[in-house]
């Protein structure tokens, strides 16, 4: 079994995941543009052949520093070509770098070719050529923090080009970007239910060819005559074969069975005749029905009662003027809903601000890239206009009051959270009694923003009615008061998890959203757990571990999401090891790192019991963050009480700990007492938790305690607070 690495559109990882998932794959996880996963090699033939989202299918060969030319050169002398390049045969490299000493691609590209060639001059005298357009074998060299990845490309030109594509428009979208549409809109089960597609703005036909390929179970790759790998010394053709042979077995039969159900207009009538062509091209033309017609005089076709309405209209920056697009999406989303009830639509838009000149509510909303241009991708159901819209009910006195108190929150931080940039904050927590919830606010480096509501248990003696009524008053005033539409308000009622435990399970949506703090990235789920993955209230915490890690190794215990193996790598740690005993965490803890850039063997993930590592381990760490639950009582290992056996976990990391290292000690229990007799022999201690508050858990001043412990022969300083004004 190999490992493999999956590159897409940034915003396609999650569907690529699943897709890759459902070809056989195994060990897959996301990362940033892109999905990391294993199997044999009819796995990564699979991958090529039936992804509709994936670029390119990268098969890593070998990691190294690469921190100037000579150890380039080196490093890409260490790998033996003539296991995957004939002396007779072509190449091409491509080179990408990012944060690294070697800035430009073509140097990098140039010593890559250099070492390989001069590998084969010296082992036999001859040497293989270079062709960018086709090559028997494609390099991939990927610079990043001055490690270069070497791999070579099995597609071997992106896998977006289907072979059917004949001519485009002026402003063609890419093949994947549209099965990705199509797959978020939900069209598989929509044509499985007897639904229609139709594209008012069909352009040169790629969504509608796309959906016809994908309702007829026609591998996307079955055209294309080239791959990456059809020259490379470990091709097996046989397999090859038969994968092609069963490609086409399917093709048939989903052709042959497939409705005309395919419908696309265009004001052009030079796209129409493109897009024709290109459904010629594809197999696809006898199910289609094209015509000329503005889109804003589409109507559903006779007879078809449900389908989705899917399009991308221009932006502004591609086909029209800005200042023209607001009244465009106007009218279309007028012309959707007067037309359309009872159909989905689905609608690529420019950006938020055009999604909003629609005169619908998006029921959801997903940020897609059509190449380096961010879009938002709209889905609505819908539904006949009402005669009347009912107007909102007036706010209780009581919230009233909430909603004065959310506004007069939001007036007093939003001045020092842009100027420290903070996007994930605590904007409210039982600041009135009666109304008992805290309200938490995730957001991106795009502006987007999502609330999280955890209602407090009410008082026994409050009526069920009252506490409901309440739970749906906090629910409104807080979208109304943000901004934030119904869908991105997750809503929990907290209780103490049986046996007090520090994680419970609510829903099973799998539903993360990427939200942004200190510059780096993270996955937060707000419906499916007690915690999101991100403690807010540790935001100050995770950014002193970051400066105390520079040239460090890190360890992290009870690592949950390893948010601060994050922030380590992003300090400069020499590497990071992250431990946790589920397996869950520490999968999403992967992908927190991948989606920061922190992949390979410098970042060890392990699971494990926190206590059951640190007796076996025996390296050494200059730096140990532990931030244990309360209590947990896990089956696969001890029982854990945070009061009782903190002693014993702090003295088991001093074994581990470097001579001048930090151990960086929290914990969320409120009536915690750590125990200083028993630890002053072995540790300086200092407290730090009142400085390690945040300014916006101000009312919370005891929801976490923070210590930071170093042996006693220490002569560095201990707090890293100390001299320096705190930012809470």
Known sequence: MSAYFATCPKGLEYLLRDELVALGAADVREALAGVHFAGELDTAYRACLWSRLASRILLPLAEFDAADGEALYDGMQAIDWSEHLAAHATFAIDAVTAQSKLTHSQFIALRAKDAIVDQFRQRSGARPDVDTDEPDVRINVRLRRDRATVSIDLAGTPLHRRGWREVQGEAPLKENLAAAMLLRAGWPAIYAEGGALLDPMCGSGTLLIEGALMAADVAPGWRRDYFGFLGWQKHDIALWRGLLEEARTRADAGLRSLRSCFFGSDADPRMVQTAKRNAQEAGVAGFFTLDKQDALHVSPPPGIERGLVITNPPYGERLGERGDMPALYRALGE???????????????????????????????????????????????????????????????????????????????????????????????????????????????????????????????????????????????????FGVPRERVALKTRERGKGGSKYGHFDQRGDFIEVEEGGLHFLVNLTDYLDTGLFLDHRWVRGKVRELSQGRRFLNLFAYTATASVYAAAGGARDTTSVDLSATYLDWASRNLALNGFTGTRHRLVQAD????????????????VDPPTFSNSKRAEDFDVQRDHVALLLACGERLSQDGVIVFSNNFRRFKLDREALLEHFQIEDVSQASIPFDFARRHDIHGCWLLRRPQADAPINPWAGARIKK
């Open 335 to 481: 012309t959707l809903r007067a037309r359309f009830a009872g159909w989905r639509a689905a609608v690529l838009a420019g950006d938020a601000e055009l999604g909003r000149a629609m005169p619908l509510r998006a029921d959801k909303r997903y940020a897609l890239y059509n190449g380096a241009l961010e879009t938002v991708l709209l889905i609505f159901e819908l539904h006949a206009r009402d005669e009347a819209p009912r107007e909102a009910k007036p706010l209780s006195s009581g919230a009233q009051m909430l909603k004065n108190r959310l506004e007069k929150n939001l007036r007093h931080l939003r001045k020092r959270l842009e100027r420290e940039g903070i996007a994930c904050w605590r904007a409210y927590d039982q600041d009135m009694p009666e109304y008992a919830a805290a309200i938490d606010v995730y957001g991106d480096d795009r502006g987007n923003q999502w609330l999280h509501v955890q209602e407090y248990r009410a008082p026994a003696e409050i009526p069920v009615e009252t506490a409901r009524q309440r739970l749906r008053e906090i629910v409104r005033v807080a979208g109304e008061t």
């Open 610 to 625: 926190a206590m059951d590592f640190l007796k076996r381990e025996r390296e050494h760490y200059g730096l140990i963050y």
